[in-house]
């Protein structure tokens, strides 16, 4: 009986498990990396006027890792915060779980190609978030208040947090909260995020 064939099998489904973990795990990027994060600033406003990018004056200057944009309205300013800006695939499945901790006004905002239905995970996370769905006219649908998953939840058991929206801002857990942003609140975005 001539088993080459059936080594040959064995060790392609192997390796076809082998790739299903490590795509699975995310441990690929950690070998391909996720690139440079751009910086910005996000404002939100109270109510539902205007552009998700500002109504009134606004300037920008863009650098090559950097964006700063100040817009000024009428409408009451109820935060602003300094995001790094994941507009990648492998930047969005990153996310923060790289990171241990963020100042109180800082986030990530996540920018998809085209507004739908999006779920976030609270995966090899350090600390907890508050999860904010924005639409492509810049206005916020979902606000969820995300704590750490408990210790040893597999990836597949971990909650979902679903919103729609084309971006997601996620910030320390309990800033929504102290800052008085909620659903119907205006968020304007850094010059160039589309």
Same mark, same amino acid.
């Given at each position: 009986?001539?088993?080459?064939?059936?080594?040959?099998?064995?060790?392609?489904?192997?390796?076809?498990?082998?790739?299903?973990?490590?795509?699975?795990?995310?441990?690929?990027?950690?070998?391909?990396?996720?690139?440079?994060?751009?910086?910005?600033?996000?404002?939100?406003?109270?109510?539902?006027?205007?552009?998700?990018?500002?109504?009134?004056?606004?300037?920008?200057?863009?650098?090559?890792?950097?964006?700063?944009?100040?817009?000024?309205?009428?409408?009451?300013?109820?935060?602003?915060?300094?995001?790094?800006?994941?507009?990648?695939?492998?930047?969005?499945?990153?996310?923060?779980?790289?990171?241990?901790?963020?100042?109180?006004?800082?986030?990530?905002?996540?920018?998809?190609?085209?507004?739908?239905?999006?779920?976030?995970?609270?995966?090899?996370?350090?600390?907890? &978030?508050?999860?904010?769905?924005?639409? !492509? +006219?810049? @206005?916020?649908?979902? /606000?969820?208040?995300?704590?750490?998953? *408990?210790? =040893?939840?597999?990836?597949?058991?971990?909650?979902?947090?679903?919103?729609?929206?084309?971006?997601? &801002?996620?910030?320390?857990?309990?800033? !929504? +909260?102290? @800052?008085?942003?909620? /659903?119907?609140?205006?968020?304007?975005? *850094?010059? =160039?995020?589309?």
């Amino acid at each position: 009986m001539n088993r080459r064939p059936l080594a040959a099998v064995l060790g392609l489904v192997g390796l076809l498990v082998v790739g299903v973990l490590v795509l699975q795990s995310g441990a690929w990027v950690g070998v391909l990396g996720v690139g440079e994060y751009d910086e910005g600033t996000v404002t939100v406003r109270e109510g539902t006027t205007g552009t998700a990018n500002g109504t009134a004056t606004e300037t920008a200057t863009r650098s090559a890792n950097a964006t700063t944009v100040a817009v000024r309205d009428d409408a009451e300013r109820l935060a602003t915060v300094e995001v790094r800006i994941a507009d990648t695939f492998e930047q969005r499945y990153v996310g923060l779980s790289k990171t241990d901790s963020m100042g109180p006004n800082e986030g990530m905002l996540f920018v998809h190609d085209e507004e739908g239905e999006y779920a976030y995970v609270m995966r090899n996370m350090s600390f907890p &978030l508050d999860i904010i769905f924005v639409d !492509a +006219n810049g @206005t916020i649908t979902t /606000v969820h208040h995300a704590p750490l998953p *408990p210790e =040893g939840t597999s990836e597949s058991d971990l909650k979902r947090y679903e919103g729609r929206g084309k971006y997601v &801002l996620e910030v320390n857990r309990g800033w !929504a +909260n102290r @800052t008085g942003v909620g /659903v119907g609140d205006r968020v304007e975005l *850094p010059a =160039g995020v589309a």
